[in-house]
T-cell receptor, first 114, second 114 residues
Framework: DGGITQSPKYLFRKEGQNVTLSCEQN?????MYWYRQDPGQGLRLIYY???????QKGDIAEGYSVSREKKESFPLTVTSAQKNPTAFYLC?????????????FGPGTRLTVL | KNQVEQSPQSLIILEGKNCTLQ??????????LRWYKQDTGRGPVSLTI?????NTKSNGRYTATLDADTKQSSLHITASQLSDSASYIC?????????????FGAGTILRVKS
């Protein structure tokens, strides 16, 4: 998984709770990304960050929040405003956000709402 | 609409046989096309990256082709092994002017049986 760790591997949430998914990378990459994967669909971008203390919304940012206080870390909070949070969440990083920079993915966190 | 369509949705082959997975895209503009392998419950791992000027690229038993005129790509797997069982995802990169966005296909699920 190329130096990217995600925790926990499995997460269960009760309705109305906020939960935070961890993503850490030791690749010295500037850019980091959060994706959501649902069965039968392609990955969808939630948020991305090209540099510390800066991040941008992706295609499905509603109900999610992120922070980028350190280069190595890009945690994702799934808030109670996210109406259908059950999914597989993938964090990725790349050297920069340029066109030919490969994105390396973490092992993922499977979130289930009880 | 920018889309990446993959076929077939799923495929079962016998160990040792070859197979070809298809990817058609309507994404524009186009910077490069990538194929990823995703094992169940894991993050995707890059197999190949091709620019519009490249017709073919190999990575071991995996060979990707690209026809930028017809907007089609294929991934050919030679002498399949049980460990090739995974989802194979086609991804198109839109380029810097579109925020270096990646558009993901839903994947082809390959099962190799003995």
């Amino acid at each position: 998984d190329g130096g990217i760790t995600q925790s926990p591997k499995y997460l269960f949430r009760k309705e109305g709770q906020n939960v935070t998914l961890s993503c850490e990378q030791n690749l010295n990459h500037d850019a980091m990304y959060w994706y959501r994967q649902d069965p039968g669909q392609g990955l969808r971008l939630i948020y991305y960050s090209q540099i510390v203390n800066d991040f941008q919304k992706g295609d499905i940012a509603e109900g999610y929040s992120v922070s980028r206080e350190k280069k190595e870390s890009f945690p994702l909070t799934v808030t109670s405003a996210q109406k259908n949070p059950t999914a597989f969440y993938l964090c990725a990083s790349s050297r920069t956000s340029g066109a030919y920079n490969e994105q390396f993915f973490g092992p993922g966190t499977r979130l289930t709402v009880l | 609409k920018n889309q990446v369509e993959q076929s077939p949705q799923s495929l079962i082959i016998l160990e040792g046989k070859n197979c070809t997975l298809q990817c058609n895209y309507t994404v524009s503009p186009f910077s490069n096309l990538r194929w990823y392998k995703q094992d169940t419950g894991r993050g995707p791992v890059s197999l190949t990256i091709m620019t519009f000027s490249e017709n073919t690229k190999s990575n071991g038993r995996y060979t990707a082709t690209l026809d930028a005129d017809t907007k089609q790509s294929s991934l050919h797997i030679t002498a399949s092994q049980l460990s090739d069982s995974a989802s194979y995802i086609c991804v198109v990169h839109q380029g810097r002017e579109y925020g270096n966005k990646l558009v993901f296909g839903a994947g082809t699920i390959l099962r190799v049986k003995s």
